[in-house]
């Protein structure tokens, strides 16, 4: 079993940067990070694959958000920069522990991620 928590989450003005940090109490195949605004669905947001550090974004964020992982300490950062209101969101970080959501096309289904934090607050004021 690997638990996750999430830190990080605040309030940051639109423009501004900020990180999220995700502990694993395990090593997982991959990390995930997914976000839900309010009065929506949870929707993903990016994935690292832990032995190589391959990224996959969606493509609301790329170019602004940079997810990394540290396999030693276990960690997965969400590094968002240029954040606007429209990123406001709670952000859950995922682990993939089968390796089942590098499948084709399969990194944006949550039934592939086995674990999951209990998310992190964070809002972007305009």
């Known amino acids: 079993q690997v638990q996750l928590v999430e830190s990080g989450g605040g309030l940051v003005q639109a423009g501004g940067s900020l990180r999220v940090s995700c502990a694993a109490s395990g090593s997982p195949y991959a990390m995930a990070w997914f976000r839900q605004a309010p009065g929506k669905e949870r929707e993903f947001v990016g994935t690292?694959?832990?032995?190589?550090?391959?990224?996959y974004y969606a493509d609301s964020v790329k170019g602004r958000f940079t997810i990394s992982g540290d396999n030693v300490a276990n960690m997965a950062y969400l590094q968002m920069n240029s954040l606007k209101p429209e990123d406001t969101a709670i952000y859950y970080c995922a682990a993939d522990v089968d390796g089942s959501a590098w499948y084709p096309g399969r990194f944006r289904t949550e039934d592939e991620y086995e674990y999951w934090g209990q998310g992190t607050q964070v809002t972007v004021s305009s």
């Open positions: 690292v694959r832990w032995n190589d550090g391959k990224t």
